[in-house]
């Protein structure tokens, strides 16, 4: 059964897996970029960013390096600004180290890595039989054996752990977890899975019990909130602006941004006349919004014209706007300014 799973599966990769520059290697760190990059977006983009990453920083010594804030903005638009940190801290490690870990725990180690990346460094760069559990790897389980836990909660990691390293294919594993992995992400796909030609069609249990849009299940949905930022857009008169660096405790952690409020509705005009009389706010940008894993971010943008108010603000810059782009920042942020910039 569990060679019929695997034979499956590693036949339809041969023919379906893509071709991507981090299967063309063993070397573990390139192997552990492109999983961590991976984990932030789709391959397209992924591809370019680890294709960057990769032609900076060609080794983990070189990535060690390096400031934090090049790290930053060669990280900017992936999001998770932590895993770029971990990502940076972790090549210190094996800069210190003389050698990447070519051991499962060592590698699980490495800041930031969890099962899922120690496992697929482990076993791609290794050859380690260690199996990989990812979204794609818990939704392709649920479906082809019917399963009905819950997988957020700690029966059904239980479950899916134990079903997912009796399934692993012990003489190759490498090649097992990149195509069960592929299978997950182009076969069988969160929404409308290919189940017409899906070679594992005959045996499927979701397919056969009609259950394939429910599963895999989940026990909860974790609620979204909302945000509210106002952005203040300071100038100066020789072509400044006033930017500062976001402490630690909150999303974006040391990436930069343009001074910000946040309230838990909307700064009219009125509010800003309020918070800064005198100053002669104007609204640039409104109504944008930013979604992330658990927030939903609203942002606007008003001109004030205080540079007194810059002085209150900690860790804060005047940087000419044509060396903007020098300076690591969010998604959101880079919108707002595009917008202005028109
Ligand atoms: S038949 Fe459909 S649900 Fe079942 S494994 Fe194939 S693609 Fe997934």
Known sequence: MNDIFAYTLETWYASHGRQLPWRQTSDPYCIWLSEVILQQTQVAQGL????????????????ADASEDEVMLLWQGLGYYSRARNLHA????????????????????LKGVGDYTAAAIASIAFGLPYAVLDGNVYRVLARYFGLQTPIDTSAGHKEFRLLADELLDRRRPALYNQAIMDFGALQCTPRSPRCQDCPLADSCQALAANLVDSLPRKSRRQRVIDRYFTYLYISSPDGRLFIQRRGAGDIWQGLYQLP???????????????????????LLVDGLTHQLTHQLLHAQCYAIRSSSYAETVPDGLWVPLQNLQDYAMPQLLVRIIRKISR
């Open 48 to 63: 370019a960013y680890y294709n960057r990453f990769v032609s900076r920083f060609p080794d983990a010594q070189s990535l």
């Open 90 to 109: 972790a090549a210190k490690q094996i800069a210190q180290a003389g050698a990447f870990p070519d051991d499962y725990d060592s590698i699980r180690r």
């Open 260 to 282: 910000l409020i946040e309230t838990p509705s909307p700064l009219s005009l009125q509010d800003m006349a309020l918070r800064f009389p005198g100053c002669d706010a104007e």
